[in-house]
Each structure stands twice: as structure tokens, then as C-alpha cells.
């Protein structure tokens, strides 16, 4: 049995430190799900970009003027489409388990498994409209589009935690966040900078590392070329795991709002008084 609360006030601080808790609280049995569900799939997309990317760079470093989007191909294609589905395992994964860590002192791995599948369903559903709502926006307007997209933050943890559909899910989302727009907003923005940093500790050392063979001459062209296509693979992996810590808070968010606005919380600990 765990003492971590899901269902609590928090403040901004609150939400950045409790999504590492939840990580190391529930680490085995997050960690099974992700390289049960996820991780297969990133790999696999990684390798394909990261090789559209060592026939890029080779093809660069033979003649400097070749077209940029030449790197687009079947490979890069395939590992672009298996990555997109990669993240929706990712974000399934991420709602399911706290989902059942809600409910249940332990999450077991097979009530995932038997949740997965609807969860998956849903939340593709609700992300396609959530791009369709907030692409026009960003494209004629930016602010609005933004404005939106915060809106329906915590859409993906309404649609499992209260088992909505995605229409539901959205208005459900927009009520929520009414009021503590930019309290959302600095979550998303406090959780995209971390994790950025987070992806950039393995980006940084690879970087001065390429350029370092770059400027000495040391080793072939294909062989900088390959270096900079596995960089950019390993990175494509890494930067979408480390994203976890961003679902977690957006999770955390939602029952952040739940408490200031309805009072949950406040109301079982009373009943447990009482």
C-alpha cells in the first residue's frame, strides 16, 4: 500500500514534484507497461527515421545542395506513422495506469491489458478532434489556437477517469479549466520546458561529439552521416518517453481542478471522518 494521493489540491510545485513521485511510487509496474505497450514500437520507429536521416546527412555531405526533402521516403514515412501511434500507446498507457492506480492500492498489469484496448480507441478519437478544433486557430490566428488547445488540456484524463466519450470529454475539459486558464497554461509550459531539458541531456553531449568529428575530419562521411541518423533515432525515443512526466501532470492537472471546483477530495476525507 502506497500514500500517494491523486485526488488533492496542488499548486504548480506541487504538480512538478508529485509526477516524479508517481514515477517512483508506481515505477514496476509503469515500467512493464511501457515496455510492454510502448517501447517495441519506438524503437522500431526510431531505427526507421534515424535511417531516413544517415541517408540524409551522407547524401548531405556528398553534395551540400541536396533537397531537404529528399529524406522523405517509405522508411521515414512508415517510422513517422509508427511513432504517432507509438504516442497514442503512450498516452493510453499513461491515463490507463493511473486510471487503476486511482481505484486500486496496486495497478496490475493484466487490468491494463483488459482496459487498454477501449482506452486506445477513445483516446485517438479525441485527439483527432482535438487537432481538427485547434490547427485553424494556430494557423490563422495562433492566440486562438493556443487558447483552445489549453482548454482541452485535460481532455485525455476526463475521457478515462470518467469514462466519457470524446465529445463529452471536451466540453468536460472546457468547464474544468474555465477559471484557471493560466494556471493550465503554466503547468503545460513548466512540464514542455523539463522535459525538453530532460531529451536535451542526451542531445547536448551527441551534438559537440558529431561536430568534434565534423571539424577534425575523423572518420568518413557515411560514418558521420550513420552517427547523426542514430542521434536523431535515439532522440526521436527518448524525447517521446521522457514525455510520460508531461502526461502525468496533465493527470495530476485534472484532479488539481476537480478539487478546487467540486471538492472531491474534501468530501470523502469527511466521510472517512464522519
Known amino acids: 500500500m502506497n500514500d500517494f494521493k491523486l485526488q488533492k489540491y496542488r499548486d504548480l510545485g506541487a504538480i512538478l514534484t508529485d ?15 511501457l515496455l510492454l505497450f510502448v517501447l517495441p514500437f519506438y524503437l522500431i520507429s526510431g531505427v526507421l527515421v534515424g535511417d531516413a536521416y544517415t541517408s540524409f546527412f551522407s547524401a548531405l555531405m556528398e553534395n551540400p ?40 492500492d496496486e495497478v496490475v498489469l493484466s487490468d491494463l491489458i483488459e482496459r487498454f484496448g477501449r482506452n486506445f ?6 485527439y483527432i478532434l482535438i487537432i481538427l478544433a485547434v490547427i ?5 490566428f495562433l492566440i486562438p489556437g493556443i487558447y483552445i488547445a489549453i482548454k482541452f488540456f485535460v ?8 469514462n466519457k466519450g470524446p465529445i463529452q470529454s471536451l466540453k468536460r475539459s472546457w468547464d474544468l479549466v474555465q477559471g484557471h486558464w493560466w494556471f493550465t497554461f503554466a503547468t503545460y509550459l513548466v512540464m514542455n520546458l523539463v522535459t525538453t531539458f530532460m531529451s536535451y541531456v542526451l542531445i547536448i553531449p551527441m551534438s559537440i561529439f558529431i561536430g568534434f568529428m ?23 525515443v527518448v524525447a517521446s518517453l521522457f514525455s510520460i512526466l508531461m502526461l502525468i501532470a496533465l493527470s ?20 472517512e471522518l464522519g
Open 214 to 236: 565534423s571539424a577534425s575530419g575523423a572518420g568518413s562521411n557515411e560514418a558521420i552521416g550513420t552517427g547523426m541518423g542514430v542521434f536523431y533515432g535515439l532522440l526521436v
Open 65 to 104: 545542395d541536396v533537397a531537404g526533402d529528399s529524406i522523405i521516403g517509405g522508411d521515414f514515412l512508415f517510422g513517422f506513422l509508427l511513432l504517432t501511434l507509438s504516442s497514442g500507446a503512450l498516452l493510453t498507457v499513461a491515463m490507463t495506469h493511473i486510471q487503476l492506480a486511482r481505484d486500486n
Open 136 to 140: 485553424p486557430g494556430l494557423i490563422l
Open 155 to 162: 481532455a485525455p484524463a476526463v475521457a478515462v477517469m470518467e
Open 19 to 33: 509526477s516524479f513521485v508517481y514515477i517512483r511510487v508506481h515505477y514496476k509496474s509503469l515500467g512493464k507497461a
Open 121 to 126: 480507441i477513445t483516446l485517438v478519437a479525441l
Open 252 to 271: 495530476l492537472q485534472y484532479f488539481n481542478l476537480i478539487e478546487r471546483k467540486e471538492g472531491i477530495g474534501l468530501r470523502q476525507q469527511i466521510e
